[in-house]
């Protein structure tokens, strides 16, 4: 069912699975197909037209070969140094993958990765730049500490994950979950950096509409204005969270982290459509799907 009258790009699912494990007897081949199809399902039934896939190339391969027109891979790099700047050459020729995605920060300590501070990814950087392959980097609070590398980079197109916070579940809860928002704000002076709003209801307090997020997603959109901003349910994740502890919103539906931004005042139809699609579209060079 179409729930708006332009696209609505989910710029971040993961892998999904059944809530009943597969067998042992269950081929590799036949698992893929069917979390295709419960993706698919998910976005039919909340009204996405297409999404971006974050996981394995087994995974996106699966998606992208069945679903051409509405799922495209976003491919999370693991090499260094030399052996990164290879991986992100061949993604930038695979017509599977529209972006590549940097673990800059280690999302369990919410620390920056030892293999950035090490500058074992600044070949990276420097290759994705050169050929124009688009990163997502997983920054979990550090967005200041990007700021370096992509002022070295003015063409690198660079989005940062999350809303640029750390987020549960993954990564420990704050008692403030939007206290380094400031780094993230810090970098809207760099003209080559969007964000992904991603994962919002998981920084409420409250139940839908989630109306406590707004203070500070407003100054987001303030700074970066929404034609550099894209919205992401990771609707996959927040099927992980788990009950218990200090702000961990509960039942949180997909539609919802969908509904909260297409069906509130404060943005107008062309934010929206920029939001929910348009930035994509726009800074990662996708086609609109079918």
């Not at 979950?177 to 307090?205: I, Q, Y």
Request: aromatic fraction near 6%; charged fraction near 25%; hydrophobic fraction near 45%.
């Amino acid at each position: 069912m179409k729930s708006a009258d332009f696209d609505i790009i989910d710029a971040q699912i993961h892998q999904p699975a059944p809530a009943v494990p597969f067998g042992d007897d269950v081929p590799d081949a036949v698992k893929l197909a069917i979390n295709v199809e419960l993706a698919r399902e998910a976005m039919d039934s909340v009204g996405v037209d297409a999404t971006l896939v974050v996981a394995a190339l087994p995974y996106i391969d699966a998606c992208v070969t069945r679903y051409p027109s509405r799922f495209i891979g976003v491919e999370t790099f693991m090499d260094r140094d030399a052996e990164l700047g290879a991986a992100v050459e061949r993604a930038k020729g695979d017509d599977r993958v529209i972006a590549g995605r940097l673990l800059v920060t280690d999302f369990r300590t919410t620390q920056l990765s030892e293999a950035f501070t090490s500058g074992a990814m600044d070949t990276g950087f420097a290759v994705a730049a050169v050929v124009g392959l688009p990163l997502f980097l997983s920054t979990h609070g550090q967005a200041a500490a990007m700021r370096p590398l992509i002022e070295r980079h003015p063409d690198l197109k660079v989005i940062i994950d999350h809303v640029g916070v750390s987020q549960h579940p993954v990564s420990p809860p704050r008692d403030d979950p939007w206290d380094r928002l400031d780094g993230l704000l810090g970098l809207a002076d760099l003209p080559n950096v969007s964000v992904k709003l991603c994962g919002l209801p998981l920084l409420s307090r409250q139940t839908y509409p989630f109306a406590d997020v707004w203070p500070n997603l407003r100054r987001v959109i303030a700074a970066f204005g929404p034609d550099r901003l894209m919205w992401a349910s990771d609707y996959t994740r927040l099927r992980m969270a788990e009950v218990g502890g200090p702000n961990r919103n509960r039942g949180c539906l997909y539609s919802e982290s969908r509904d909260m931004l297409l069906h509130n005042d404060e943005l107008d139809r062309d934010a929206k459509v920029a939001i929910f699609g348009g930035t994509v579209k726009r800074v990662l060079g996708w086609q609109s799907p079918a």
